[in-house]
Nanobody
Framework: VQLQASGGGLVQAGGSLRLSCAAS??????MGWFRQAPGKEREFAAA????????YYADSVEGRFTISRDNAKNTVYLQMNSLKPEDTAVYYC????????????????????WGQGTQVTVSS
């Protein structure tokens, strides 16, 4: 499965962006978004179960970001509102491997496929 992330860009603090991640084939497992800021380790941002029934968020984005998916289009979205300068990072989408659930959604080891990343820059 190949993942293509898009939708990044430059936005002022308080603004919004919507990221998209298109998969080359149906993904029957969870999907997630991770991010990596300059000089920092990659961190979990949000994830969603295969049917969209469960969503997971990092504390830092809870209430501001919303993850969703459209399985008919093999696409996952990340709606980011009330953006802050500390949200500046490269955002990566990823597809989980088989057999993971629960707390594994937060862990990058559970993700088998990764997209190339899209840059999000939030100016103050």
């Amino acid at each position: 499965v190949q993942l293509q992330a898009s939708g990044g860009g430059l936005v002022q603090a308080g603004g919004s962006l919507r990221l998209s991640c298109a998969a080359s084939a149906p993904t029957f497992y969870g999907m997630g978004w991770f991010r990596q800021a300059p000089g920092k380790e990659r961190e979990f941002a949000a994830a969603i179960s295969w049917n969209g029934g469960s969503t997971y968020y990092a504390d830092s984005v809870e209430g501001r970001f919303t993850i969703s998916r459209d399985n008919a289009k093999n696409t996952v979205y990340l709606q980011m509102n009330s953006l802050k300068p500390e949200d500046t990072a490269v955002y990566y989408c990823a597809a989980m491997g088989k057999g993971y659930s629960g707390s594994s959604y937060y862990a990058d080891y559970a993700y088998e496929y990764w997209g190339q990343g899209t840059q999000v820059t939030v100016s103050s």
